[in-house]
């Protein structure tokens, strides 16, 4: 899915495409249809209820597994569920807006709702006790400083996100009195086995009301995803060593009981637990251990026990889909007034606008598309798409044609070549009547869009470079001859007269453009050495016989009659 877009990536957050695959559902055996590799769990805060992301949805089911049910369901990518503190309600985030936002629904999934809006988007942490606030992280800063800061959100109304701390902090969770935040620093990959040395994940405390630090454990090993104890008097955490992360319990050295400060709770012979999430009446720890999820009474002496996740054969399953996010467009096509784009990222059609920068997906094929270009009156998207083999042009329209583009959901496709050749480099006449394109390899090919006739202007063997003039008479390619030399041409659209060889050179020219009123054509071309420049010619003889001096004096006579009036008349 789609980050913030410049154009390129205002045109996309949009576009090194970075792709994670989702276990598909038909790697599962068909009769049993578990659930593994289940992400990010989270336990209703009295201990009977499990959330999780699954295949880029959220999902919940009982703490034993059973009753699983369905929350999200859209193509974006959905993760990190967190109950609130009164159990009615879970956030999540989500990419459905093209970067990483914090969502609240009710726990059935209904009444959903947006509460972030930064582009830079943001990673979701923790409820605050009250249910008023939620803790999130995000980078707000120059990613050469440690740019993940904590980050307060009102959950009720829009307002200006809260820094709490300008410093670096990852995992961080409140307090139950919510007063402190326990969060890591520093820290290999968490899959990295037996790290040690002074670089290993430390537990730090944050002080809310005083703004005052203090590192709690720095042990050479991998201390990660601490979570509060129910009473606040200590944590549960993992700790690593050559097998992974086990799960150990923390406590403040003032506790009463006068137990030892670290104890182990839970551990595998092979491999981690990871991802832990606790209740908040403390009575269950759910965590994923390999490819399942396993859950334990940490107040218990007891062996953790595993999450049997068993979908229901009538239960919908997520389309088996690989999930991207584009950081560039390969392609773009403005409208007349600038203000909608059409552009090409991931071999699809998507259009915006340039204010909200919310990308439209107006294409879904398992082909590649192309060649994207808006008409000439914006009513239109026109590309080339690879199907069945074959590359034809097709033209895309808004299915509600009284909203902007990317006010649109579904738009119409319809094909408008279908034939063995390969079309390419699309372009309008000035009046937006005509088609220009590229047909196999090197034929210049012109189309009348009311009775859909063409007909060839040009033919070639490789890539021609062209230009229409804006009164759509006259049109410049560049061409290579059999000598595979490139030089640019003029022809008459109704091809009543032969093209005449404008630049007549022995090296290559290419690109062509005409000026706005026409009598000028300018284009590329390699003179010297490996140097190429911009050349022009004048297209009517009598601007062609003048000196650049006469040019000077007459530019210069209608600067000062602009500025000054007449010599003969009064200054207006």
């Given at each position: 899915?789609?980050?913030?877009?410049?154009?390129?990536?205002?045109?996309?957050?949009?576009?090194?495409?970075?792709?994670?695959?989702?276990?598909?559902?038909?790697?599962?055996?068909?009769?049993?249809?578990?659930?593994?590799?289940?992400?990010?769990?989270?336990?209703?805060?009295?201990?009977?209820?499990?959330?999780?992301?699954?295949?880029?949805?959220?999902?919940?089911?009982?703490?034993?597994?059973?009753?699983?049910?369905?929350?999200?369901?859209?193509?974006?990518?959905?993760?990190?569920?967190?109950?609130?503190p009164d159990g009615k309600r879970i956030a999540f985030v989500s990419t459905r807006t093209g970067s990483?936002?914090?969502?609240?629904?009710?726990?059935?999934?209904?009444?959903?709702?947006?509460?972030?809006?930064?582009?830079?988007?943001?990673?979701?942490?923790?409820?605050?006790?009250?249910?008023?606030?939620?803790?999130?992280?995000?980078?707000?800063?120059?990613?050469?400083?440690?740019?993940?800061?904590?980050?307060?959100?009102?959950?009720?109304?829009?307002?200006?996100?809260?820094?709490?701390?300008?410093?670096?902090?990852?995992?961080?969770?409140?307090?139950?009195?919510?007063?402190?935040?326990?969060?890591?620093?520093?820290?290999?990959?968490?899959?990295?086995?037996?790290?040690?040395?002074?670089?290993?994940?430390?537990?730090?405390?944050?002080?809310?009301?005083?703004?005052?630090?203090?590192?709690?454990?720095?042990?050479?090993?991998?201390?990660?995803?601490?979570?509060?104890?129910?009473?606040?008097?200590?944590?549960?955490?993992?700790?690593?060593?050559?097998?992974?992360?086990?799960?150990?319990?923390?406590?403040?050295?003032?506790?009463?009981?006068?137990?030892?400060?670290?104890?182990?709770?839970a551990g595998f012979d092979e491999d981690s637990i990871v991802y832990p999430a606790i209740s908040r009446?403390?009575?269950?720890?759910?965590?994923?251990?390999?490819?399942?999820?396993?859950?334990?009474?940490?107040?218990?002496?007891?062996?953790?026990?595993?999450?049997?996740?068993?979908?229901?054969?009538?239960?919908?399953?997520?389309?088996?889909?690989?999930?991207?996010?584009?950081?560039s467009a390969d392609e773009v096509s403005f409208t007349q007034d600038g203000l909608e784009i059409a552009?090409?990222?991931?071999?699809?059609?998507?259009?915006?606008?340039?204010?909200?920068?919310?990308?439209?997906?107006?294409?879904?094929?398992?082909?590649?598309?192309?060649?994207?270009?808006?008409?000439?009156?914006?009513?239109?998207?026109?590309?080339?798409?690879?199907?069945?083999?074959?590359?034809?042009?097709?033209?895309?329209?808004?299915?509600?044609?009284?909203?902007?583009?990317?006010?649109?959901?579904?738009?119409?496709?319809?094909?408008?070549?279908?034939?063995?050749?390969?079309?390419?480099?699309?372009?309008?006449?000035?009046?937006?009547?005509?088609?220009?394109?590229?047909?196999?390899?090197?034929?210049?090919?012109?189309?009348?869009?009311?009775?859909?006739?063409?007909?060839?202007?040009?033919?070639?063997?490789?890539?021609?470079?062209?230009?229409?003039?804006?009164?759509?008479?006259?049109?410049?390619?560049?061409?290579?001859?059999?000598?595979?030399?490139?030089?640019?041409?003029?022809?008459?659209?109704?091809?009543?007269?032969?093209?005449?060889?404008?630049?007549?050179?022995?090296?290559?020219?290419?690109?062509?453009?005409?000026?706005?009123?026409?009598?000028?054509?300018?284009?590329?071309?390699?003179?010297?050495?490996?140097?190429?420049?911009?050349?022009?010619?004048?297209?009517?003889?009598?601007?062609?016989?003048?000196?650049?001096?006469?040019?000077?004096?007459?530019?210069?006579?209608?600067?000062?009659?602009?500025?000054?009036?007449?010599?003969?008349?009064?200054?207006?």
């Open positions: 899915m789609l980050k913030n877009f410049s154009l390129a990536a205002t045109c996309v957050s949009a576009i090194g495409l970075f792709c994670s695959m989702l276990l598909s559902p038909h790697s599962m055996a068909a009769d049993a249809r578990r659930i593994t590799m289940a992400e990010s769990p989270a336990v209703s805060p009295d201990g009977k209820q499990l959330s999780f992301s699954w295949m880029g949805e959220i999902w919940s089911a009982d703490i034993d597994g059973k009753n699983i049910r369905r929350l999200t369901n859209n193509e974006a990518l959905d993760s990190q569920p967190l109950y609130s990483s936002q914090i969502y609240v629904m009710n726990t059935d999934g209904t009444d959903l709702k947006q509460i972030t809006f930064h582009t830079e988007g943001y990673s979701l942490e923790d409820w605050f006790p009250d249910g008023q606030s939620i803790l999130a992280t995000g980078s707000r800063d120059h990613f050469h400083r440690d740019t993940t800061r904590m980050i307060r959100i009102d959950v009720q109304e829009r307002r200006a996100e809260k820094i709490l701390s300008d410093a670096m902090a990852k995992d961080p969770k409140v307090s139950p009195d919510g007063k402190r935040i326990l969060f890591t620093r520093e820290g290999e990959r968490w899959w990295r086995k037996g790290y040690i040395g002074e670089r290993s994940s430390q537990v730090w405390q944050f002080e809310m009301e005083n703004g005052q630090f203090s590192e709690l454990l720095h042990e050479g090993v991998e201390c990660m995803w601490p979570l509060w104890m129910k009473n606040g008097k200590g944590f549960y955490f993992t700790k690593g060593n050559e097998q992974g992360f086990e799960l150990y319990r923390y406590r403040f050295p003032n506790d009463e009981a006068g137990t030892a400060k670290q104890v182990k709770i009446d403390g009575t269950t720890v759910v965590f994923r251990h390999l490819f399942d999820l396993y859950r334990l009474n940490p107040a218990k002496d007891e062996r953790p026990s595993k999450i049997d996740l068993v979908l229901d054969a009538d239960l919908e399953l997520p389309k088996d889909e690989l999930r991207r996010e584009f950081e552009f090409i990222a991931g071999g699809d059609v998507w259009v915006m606008d340039t204010k909200l920068k919310e990308p439209k997906q107006v294409t879904r094929t398992a082909g590649y598309e192309a060649d994207v270009e808006f008409s000439k009156d914006g009513e239109s998207v026109w590309f080339t798409s690879v199907s069945d083999g074959k590359t034809d042009i097709w033209k895309a329209t808004r299915s509600d044609p009284e909203k902007f583009w990317w006010q649109n959901t579904e738009f119409q496709l319809e094909q408008i070549t279908d034939d063995t050749h390969v079309e390419s480099r699309l372009g309008f006449t000035f009046d937006g009547s005509k088609l220009i394109y590229q047909q196999g390899r090197g034929d210049l090919v012109v189309m009348n869009l009311e009775n859909r006739e063409s007909k060839n202007l040009v033919q070639g063997f490789s890539r021609i470079d062209y230009d229409v003039s804006s009164d759509g008479r006259w049109i410049a390619y560049s061409k290579q001859d059999n000598d595979f030399n490139s030089d640019v041409w003029i022809a008459p659209m109704a091809g009543d007269k032969p093209a005449i060889n404008i630049s007549r050179h022995p090296d290559n020219d290419s690109s062509p453009a005409f000026s706005p009123d026409g009598k000028i054509l300018a284009f590329t071309g390699r003179r010297i050495d490996t140097e190429v420049d911009i050349h022009y010619v004048y297209l009517q003889e009598e601007l062609d016989e003048e000196t650049s001096r006469q040019r000077r004096i007459e530019e210069a006579i209608e600067l000062m009659r602009k500025k000054r009036g007449k010599p003969d008349e009064p200054k207006k």
